[in-house]
């Protein structure tokens, strides 16, 4: 399995995934400044020209909420996933789509200053870290003690925040960006 890689990238929240999951796996390193992520070979990989992009064999996956789904259910052994029977497994689904689908424009849109118009489909950011702290509820994960993909990219989210030095969130979700960053194999930027 490769992972196409730049340590500047979203492409460390698969490596994350990767690790927990004690997947065996290669680095591809994409050197953005040479525009390696938009040669032809690579659109081959990703479409669109972005990292992160997974290669599987045959199977070539792109977007991260896709990727950590595909990993997730590739790798139950890890147990990240709730099983597709399982009575978690929509809630899951839920928010690991969550997580990109509108957390991540919801937190672009405050980091940017940008304003949130609904038609664009997510909410403010605010709303969307009260959806997230009402997830969590007592923790420590979002499913309890079960610690899950939904973890690695919803929590994420909040490890990028803290990166680009944004004001604090809540007390409970800045306790749980420390849980994630405890765990030793935690995402680690720019490495
Ligand atoms: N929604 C996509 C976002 C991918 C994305 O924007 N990747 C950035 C790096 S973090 C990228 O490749 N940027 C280079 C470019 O667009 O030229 C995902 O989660 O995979």
Same mark, same amino acid.
């Given at each position: 399995m490769k992972l196409y890689f730049n !340590?500047? /990238?979203?492409a460390v929240t698969v490596k994350w995934m990767l690790d927990e999951c004690a997947a065996p796996y290669e680095l591809v390193p994409i050197d953005f400044t040479k525009r390696e992520h938009k040669t032809a070979e690579f659109l081959k990989i990703n479409p669109a020209g972005k990292l992160p992009a997974l290669e599987d064999r045959d199977a070539r996956i792109f977007e991260t909420a896709a990727i950590c789904l595909y990993l997730g259910d590739k790798y139950a052994? =890890?147990?990240l996933a709730p099983a597709i /029977? =399982? /009575?978690e497994r929509g809630r899951y689904l839920s928010l690991m789509v969550y997580s990109t689908s509108q957390l991540e424009p919801a937190m672009g849109d405050s980091l940017l200053k940008v304003e949130t118009l609904a038609q664009r489909g997510w909410t403010d950011f605010e709303t969307a870290q009260n959806v997230v702290e009402g997830e969590l @509820?007592? @923790? !420590?994960y979002l499913f309890g003690d079960w610690f899950t993909a939904a973890d690695i990219m919803i929590g994420s989210m909040f490890i990028w925040k803290r990166i680009f030095g944004a004001p604090p969130s809540s007390p409970a979700i800045e306790a749980y960006v420390d849980r994630l960053l405890a765990r030793p194999k935690a995402m680690k930027f720019g490495k």
């Open positions: !340590p500047q /990238s979203r052994h =890890a147990n /029977s =399982a /009575s @509820g007592d @923790g !420590p």
